[in-house]
């Protein structure tokens, strides 16, 4: 049997990332961490001065291509476009890192019709969107990984959240499924759930109080770093994840082994 170094497990030259939501937090972080691994990468999110800033950090001393897209996950027609535009401009997709999502809290006798329906789109539709875009061209070359970013809430629940984690459960039924679809193709499809990382969404809807609430949860009382999230990614989307699939795997800082 040959032997394989650990750079060769996470080598990524020659190959395309999507990663939607890539513009900051998650996104980003894992955006970088695969073009630090020889990845072209293409970003997507809404706001075209965040993305080009983004894109500059991600590439930045590194000898790959990054392109970055506006598009709203919650237009059907901008999900198509970006697998679109992506597999024109960059010529393949290899991995996908189906990032982009959001929140509404409202408790369940005040769920909106408008917030469940936006949040399904964005948070669930558009991954199996792209997903059903980019596996074509994965099947021709017989490999390919994906990669949902689904939650900590995909596991548990919280009060409020109906949507988010109705969503977020969600991504782990498509993962198994979809894996047992891909499998013969060489296609991994997996679940990355994460737990407490102080990025702008939840930056912007917890009150200092609920902050502190999720940071004492965890069994390491602190927050996770964008960062941290990375080293799961590039496992996921490299050769060292080849036998992983259908599964999830939480990065939660023990959130959900502190049961009581």
């Known amino acids: 049997m040959p032997k394989m170094t650990v750079p060769q497990l996470f080598d990524l030259s020659g190959k395309t990332a999507l990663v939607t939501g890539g513009s900051k937090g998650?996104?980003?972080?894992?955006?970088r961490g695969y073009a630090e691994c020889g990845a072209n990468v293409m970003i997507s999110s809404r706001h075209q001065d965040e993305l080009?800033?983004?894109?500059?950090?991600?590439?930045?001393?590194?000898?790959?291509?990054?392109?970055?897209?506006?598009?709203?996950?919650?237009?059907?027609?901008?999900?198509?476009?970006?697998?679109?535009?992506?597999?024109?401009?960059l010529g393949r997709v290899d991995i996908l890192?189906?990032?982009?999502?959001?929140?509404?809290?409202?408790?369940?006798?005040?769920?909106?019709?408008?917030?469940?329906?936006?949040?399904?789109?964005?948070?669930?539709?558009?991954?199996?969107?792209?997903?059903?875009?980019?596996?074509?061209?994965?099947?021709?070359?017989?490999w390919g990984r994906i990669i949902h970013i689904s939650s900590v809430l995909g596991l548990g629940g919280k009060a409020g959240r109906n949507v988010y984690c109705s969503t977020k459960?969600?991504?782990?039924?498509?993962a198994?499924?979809?894996?047992?679809?891909?499998?013969?193709?060489?296609i991994t499809v997996n679940c990355i759930s994460p737990g407490p990382f102080l990025t702008d969404l939840p930056g912007k809807i917890l009150t200092d109080a609920?902050?502190?609430?999720f940071s004492d949860r965890t069994v390491l009382g602190r927050w996770g770093r964008p960062e941290e999230?990375?080293?799961?990614?590039?496992?996921?989307?490299?050769?060292?994840?080849?036998?992983?699939?259908?599964?999830v795997i939480l990065v939660d800082g023990g959130v959900l082994a502190n049961i009581l």
């Open 97 to 142: 890192v189906n990032n982009a999502g959001s929140n509404v809290p409202q408790p369940i006798d005040q769920v909106t019709d408008e917030a469940w329906d936006r949040i399904i789109e964005l948070n669930l539709s558009s991954c199996m969107r792209l997903t059903r875009a980019v596996v074509p061209q994965m099947k021709e070359r017989k």
């Open 176 to 186: 198994r499924a979809s894996a047992i679809d891909l499998g013969p193709h060489n």
């Open 52 to 89: 080009e800033a983004a894109a500059k950090e991600i590439g930045a001393g590194l000898n790959v291509r990054v392109e970055w897209m506006v598009s709203d996950m919650t237009q059907r027609d901008d999900s198509d476009a970006l697998a679109k535009a992506t597999l024109e401009r």
């Open 210 to 213: 609920e902050k502190k609430v």
């Open 169 to 174: 459960s969600a991504l782990i039924g498509l």
């Open 26 to 31: 998650l996104g980003k972080a894992m955006a």
């Open 229 to 247: 999230l990375v080293g799961t990614a590039l496992l996921l989307g490299s050769e060292a994840g080849s036998y992983i699939t259908g599964t």
